[in-house]
Nanobody, 123 residues
Framework: VQIVESGGGLVQPGGSLRLSCAAS????????IGWFRQAPGEEREGVSY????????YYADSVKGRFTISRDNVKNTVYLQMNSLKPEDTAIYYC?????????????????WGQGTQVTISS
């Protein structure tokens, strides 16, 4: 099982980024894929998840209305479109997978994790 995040970078406040989470070795048609982030000096927090079977989604209040999670089951990839980015969105973003249909952002329940991608919002 391998999960690889990509798409991070440096953008100005108000800008956008799209993160990708590519999974291999997992049939992503029945998994919850979660995005988590960890800012410097902070604990890791759950941002959003999508249930790949039916497309159900959830967003943390801090990103609701600005972030959109989606999936492409053919490409075994989940995306996190991040708009209206703020400096407080700066963090390492991690993708994780959990066999469904357990839908949660409790990170201790996710067995498969990527290495993370850095997102920096700064002018």
């Amino acid at each position: 099982v391998q999960i690889v995040e990509s798409g991070g970078g440096l953008v100005q406040p108000g800008g956008s980024l799209r993160l990708s989470c590519a999974a291999s070795g997992l049939p992503l048609n029945d998994y919850a894929i979660g995005w988590f982030r960890q800012a410097p000096g902070e604990e890791r927090e759950g941002v959003s998840y999508i249930y790949t079977s039916d497309g159900s989604t959830y967003y943390a209040d801090s990103v609701k209305g600005r972030f959109t999670i989606s999936r492409d089951n053919v490409k075994n990839t989940v995306y996190l479109q991040m708009n209206s980015l703020k400096p407080e969105d700066t963090a390492i973003y991690y993708c994780a997978a959990l066999s469904g249909p357990i839908l949660t952002l409790k990170e201790e329940l996710y067995p498969y994790w990527g290495q993370g991608t850095q997102v920096t919002i700064s002018s």
